[in-house]
T-cell receptor, first 113, second 112 residues
């Protein structure tokens, strides 16, 4: 158990809908990262927050957004969902937010029908 | 659990043998490297890391080697066990920026 929690574990929804994925980092970690993992791809970095502020952006679509709250938990919002958004979404956390080990949560499996 | 990376490079080894998983990284400015293990249905799990001022680091049954000249990283697993079967990812980052780049992954099969 990494100490990072993600909810829900599974999510099934329809195209065009909007969902919110939630992540609680390890106690003491200030930085949260979001990744997308499809069956035929590796881990694609989406976005990183550090102590409530956006720190780095990767391959995140405009239909996706995220935020980190004062209690350091984070939410990833996915809107106007398409079939191709079906994937595993992982949250990771680390203490200082650069060049340190990221600890991954168990992931949320999103299925868009 | 569900499989990740259906078309990943695959390494098949006999239980008890040593395994070597290789990774070519992309950014010559990267100065921190990590190996992760991902078992089916789970999130990636930290195995070992190395900074660019080192060329070798050892853990319990695992060794990471870094060759900055050719931008190559390897993970050696001694006396491979069935529980080592997983997908292994290398990751690179640098202290000047904040993005972590993950490699495509290698699937390790351990035959009993």
């Amino acid at each position: 158990d990494s100490g990072v929690t993600q909810t829900p574990k599974h999510l099934i929804t329809a195209t065009g809908q909007r969902v919110t994925l939630r992540c609680s980092p390890r106690s003491g970690d200030l930085s949260v990262y979001w990744y997308q993992q499809s069956l035929d791809q590796g881990l694609q970095f989406l976005i990183q927050y550090y102590n409530g502020e956006e720190r780095a952006k990767g391959n995140i679509l405009e239909r996706f957004s995220a935020q980190q709250f004062p209690d350091l938990h984070s939410e990833l919002n996915l809107s106007s969902l398409e079939l191709g958004d079906s994937a595993l979404y992982f949250c990771a956390s680390s203490f200082q937010g650069f060049a340190d080990t990221q600890y991954f949560g168990p992931g949320t499996r999103l299925t868009v029908l | 659990g569900e499989s990740v990376g259906l078309h990943l490079p695959t390494l098949s080894v006999q239980e008890g043998d040593n395994s070597i998983i290789n990774c070519a990284y992309s950014n010559s400015a990267s100065d921190y490297f990590i190996w992760y293990k991902q078992e089916s249905g789970k999130g990636p799990q930290f195995i070992i890391d190395i900074r660019s001022n080192m060329d070798k680091r050892q853990g319990q049954r695992v060794t990471v080697l870094l060759n900055k000249t050719v931008k190559h990283l390897s993970l050696q697993i001694a006396a491979t066990q069935p529980g080592d079967s997983a997908v292994y990812f290398c990751a690179e980052t640098n202290t000047g920026g904040f993005k972590t780049i993950f490699g495509a992954g290698t699937r390790l099969f351990v035959k009993a």
